[in-house]
């Protein structure tokens, strides 16, 4: 009796391989083009290790360990790293000006039509610049995708977006009153103090955001942004959501004309999130007690914690000021070549258990 498999084919499959080839002969494209683009505006392509003592410092984020056994047998605990960022803010203090970096990077926890336990963060950074500059890069990178991978509109779930269109910049205080009927002025936490949930957890209950008892001020952030805020962003046009609270920006300065808020900013297309970007925060004490602070949450929530990189905040303390962003490539690539999803424009996609 021969007995049939519901299995999927393998991703080396050749019939799906050659489904594939064309989303990844556009990720090559792309590569290519903005690469070129980079180079053409002065940036410096950098490497950097993938093997970090600190895997980055945000509650949420989850790594992969592993062990380095030194040759005197001595055993030292590693983290597969979440960003190139310690290593790239290094360099910045090092003496760099302009540098990018196709980084793989790694996260646990994270699988699915948009997620990849391992993936591409195309991320640069511009030393004395705005970080409004980093918006136009954005504007400009999403051009040259939709160019170089033949796609356009671009389409994601029943939503498009034109990438050659100039991007809304909508703030947060604005998004959350367009699309939740909110006031976030009225519930913002003060700049290092505490994030009382109370008041927030009752706002969002009138505004019909479902909440729990042990839910924390960011918990209620997090939930409003997901659910009516990111589904709307970057539709027709894409949007550059900005001036997060500064409780929502571990890695961001402050603004100098309001500190409640910080210098970040997000850009969608078609409600996915592309990029995530940072007027970067130079005060090496202050990035300590908000790691300090975020990997308290950690502990609370996980059970665990990960080190500090006291190299890295040494290098904060003579980095000159910048504006830094991170792209997941792969997500561009999807959009800029039509593919459904993440997988489809992976060469080699990580085996599934």
């Not at 336990?117 to 004395?128: D, I, S, V």
């Not at 505004?207 to 805020?229: H, K, Y």
Request: include cysteine; charge should be negative.
């Amino acid at each position: 009796m021969v007995v049939s498999s519901s299995a999927p084919s393998p991703w080396w499959s050749p019939s799906i391989h050659a489904d594939r080839r064309p989303f990844l002969l556009a990720r090559s494209r792309i590569t290519a083009t903005v690469r070129a683009w980079f180079g053409a505006d002065g940036f410096v392509e950098v490497e950097t290790p993938a093997l970090q003592l600190s895997p980055g410092n945000e509650a949420h984020l989850h790594a992969f360990a592993t062990d380095l056994h030194a040759p005197d047998g001595s055993v030292h605990r590693l983290y597969l790293r979440t960003s190139p960022e310690f290593s790239a803010k290094k360099l910045l203090a090092a003496g760099e000006e302009r540098i990018f970096e196709f980084a793989r990077v790694f996260r646990d926890r994270e699988r699915g039509m948009a997620h990849h336990p391992e993936f591409t963060l195309l991320e640069w950074y511009r030393a004395g610049a705005p970080y409004t500059r980093l918006m136009d890069d954005c504007a400009r990178l999403l051009a040259l995708a939709a160019e170089a991978g033949g796609v356009s509109p671009f389409s994601w779930r029943g939503r498009s977006c034109d990438p050659r269109a100039e991007p809304e910049r909508i703030t947060l205080v604005e998004a959350f009153a367009r699309f939740a009927g909110m006031d976030l002025t009225r519930v913002l936490p003060a700049p290092g103090g505490a994030s009382e949930p109370g008041p927030f957890a009752a706002l969002a209950a009138h505004a019909g955001i479902r909440t729990a008892p042990d839910d924390t001020w960011a918990d209620i952030f997090s939930r409003v942004l997901v659910e009516r805020i990111e589904p709307n962003l970057g539709i027709g046009r894409p949007a550059i959501l900005c001036d997060y609270p500064v409780s929502e920006a571990a890695l961001a300065r402050p603004k100098p004309d309001d500190p409640r808020f910080a210098e970040r900013f997000e850009l969608y297309a078609c409600g996915l999130e592309l990029a995530n970007a940072f007027g970067e925060l130079t005060d090496a004490r202050e990035q300590r007690r908000r790691f300090e602070q975020e990997m308290a949450e950690k502990a609370r929530l996980y059970g665990e914690r990960y080190p500090l990189d006291e190299d890295f905040l040494a290098a904060l303390a003579q980095m000159p000021q910048a504006s830094g962003c991170a792209l997941g490539f792969d997500r561009l690539a999807v959009l800029a070549s039509g593919a459904r999803r993440i997988e489809d424009v992976l060469w080699a996609p990580v085996a599934a258990p």
